[in-house]
């Protein structure tokens, strides 16, 4: 370990404090279409569980 540095500190501190914002703030506009399939219905979930469970 090596003695405490308080300038070496106080410029690591100000490094994390800084706020980076040269970057493009707007977001991006997405088109298309989402699907998702909803599966099984909820008794045949259930009797899979069921089914798992007595292995």
Do not use: C, I, N
């Not at 100000?14 to 909820?42: C, H, I, N, Q, W």
Request: net charge negative.
């Amino acid at each position: 370990m090596g003695a405490y540095d308080e300038a070496e500190h106080e410029r690591r501190e100000k490094m994390t404090s800084e706020v980076d914002a040269d970057f493009d703030a707007e977001r991006p506009e997405y088109s298309g279409s989402l699907t998702f399939d909803s599966g099984d219905s909820a008794e045949a979930l259930l009797d899979k569980f069921q089914e798992l469970q007595g292995e």
